[in-house]
């Protein structure tokens, strides 16, 4: 980290999660350690904790950053699929993902960052933005002091919510981001009996529109929480749910921390980017709708972000950078969206499965041997213990 070097820049990123560390590693590595590139966030990237399950699709990311054992707490090899009563299905594949050290893996971004020349800045919260002639004025406070830098281009890579950029008149049209933010709780705990090769899955009415689950960490501690769709009605505070949840089926673990979040997951068709602004990562809600993953995805979409930053400012005219700007969306669409938009779909029919259906559907899968569980298997397990569900999942299937 250094001091700041210079007021202006060609591109500031606020944000060093997943997306802005990698558009600002992208962009730095596409120049060759050229632009005059800012990264700013409000805290240490690395600083635990991250509030996360830390669960990713290991063949995804490492076509995006190779995977390191340095970051990298374990693989998984299966998946357990667990109804409201209990019965228990296993999806097995030798590589289903890994899961992350996402303090580890933000440090090695960081890493990648300095060595393509990006200005790193934490502890630096961007307070606002605002738009003066053809600039982005952005205001941070540094080391307790207010400072003011002028760019080009702005990157809001801050996450869900987009507190940043919400209010700007100019901005008026470009994706909020906030329009299904779901709430996620976890707790890291102890005594709870898992598999250290398994991740294991709650679904059923306890779990409106969302899911448990188990993620092993160390082969101690697990990370174990629930998502809840956006329009949730728990009677009771996600805190005290998630504590219930935990002493009822484990009634010797010990809860050593609880953290939440919001997930960012509704994918919609607006711009990603506007008069030199680019949203990238949960702040463009490219969250998966049903599996709530967003690293290998905020990954991508600031992957896309860069590329398309670079080719901004190498146009010569308003009308070009105004097709750069609608072709955000497009290149994220075609890379991820669109299967995204799918998904939303389907997840509606997945929020209407009953209790009983997924207690039939998990007591056939159960039946089958360890290994012989393929996705197509599970799949039409599932359709043939519950018919209904295939209408309910025919805007999925079309
Ligand atoms: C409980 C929970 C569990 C999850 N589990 C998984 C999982 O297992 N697998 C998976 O793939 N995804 C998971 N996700 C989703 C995943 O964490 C996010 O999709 C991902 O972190 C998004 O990356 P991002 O870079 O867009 O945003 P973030 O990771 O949120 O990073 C945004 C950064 O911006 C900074 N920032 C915010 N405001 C400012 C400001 N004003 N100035 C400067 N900096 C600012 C923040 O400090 C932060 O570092 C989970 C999410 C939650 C909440």
Not at 268 to 292: E, Q, T, Y
Request: charged share 25%.
């Amino acid at each position: 980290m250094s001091e700041f070097i210079d007021k202006e820049y060609d591109v500031v990123v606020c944000g060093a999660g997943p997306a802005g560390l990698m558009a600002a590693c992208t962009y730095g590595r596409l120049t060759g350690g050229a632009g005059r590139v800012l990264l700013l966030d409000k805290k240490e990237p690395w600083k635990e904790p991250i509030f996360c399950a830390e669960a990713v699709s290991t063949g995804r990311l490492n076509a995006l950053w190779p995977i390191s054992k340095e970051w990298v707490r374990g693989g998984i090899s299966g998946i357990y699929f667990t109804s409201p009563k209990g019965y228990r299905a296993e999806f097995y594949s030798k590589d289903c993902g890994s899961l992350l050290d996402r303090s580890r893996f933000h440090h090695a971004l960081a890493d990648g960052c300095a060595a393509a020349n990006v200005e790193c800045h934490f502890d630096t919260p961007v307070t606002k933005l605002s738009r003066e002639g053809d600039s982005w004025v952005v205001q941070v406070v540094c080391g307790g002091e207010s400072r003011t830098v002028r760019t080009k281009v702005v990157v809001d890579a801050t996450g869900p919510g987009c507190r940043l950029t919400r209010n700007i008149d100019c901005l008026k049209g470009i994706e909020s981001g906030d329009t299904d933010l779901e709430p996620a709780i976890f707790a890291v705990a102890e005594g709870i009996e898992h598999s250290r090769e398994h991740i294991e899955l709650f679904f059923g009415s306890e779990f409106p529109n969302g899911y448990g689950w188990i993620f092993p960490r160390d082969g101690v501690e697990v990370n174990i929480g629930f998502v809840l769709g956006k329009d949730h009605d728990t009677p009771v505070p996600l805190r005290q749910k998630l504590l219930d949840f935990i002493s009822q089926r484990y009634p010797g673990a010990k809860v050593k921390a609880i953290y939440g979040g919001m997930i960012a997951c509704g994918q919609s068709r607006r711009p990603l980017a506007m008069h030199g602004l680019f949203k990238a990562g949960d702040a463009a809600s490219c969250v998966n709708p049903i599996s709530r993953s967003g690293i290998v995805e905020s990954i991508l979409c600031g992957k896309i972000v860069a590329e398309s930053v670079v080719e901004w400012l190498a146009c010569g005219s308003d009308a070009d950078r105004v097709r750069v700007e609608s072709s955000v969306l497009d290149r994220w669409m075609k890379a991820q969206g669109r299967a995204h938009l799918q998904i939303a779909n389907a997840k509606r029919s997945f929020g209407k499965i009953s209790d009983a259906q997924f207690d039939r559907a998990a007591e056939k899968l159960s039946r089958i041997p360890q290994g012989h569980a393929s996705l197509w298997r599970i799949f039409f397990t599932v359709l043939s213990a519950c018919p209904s569900l295939i209408w309910k999942m025919r805007s999925f299937l079309r």
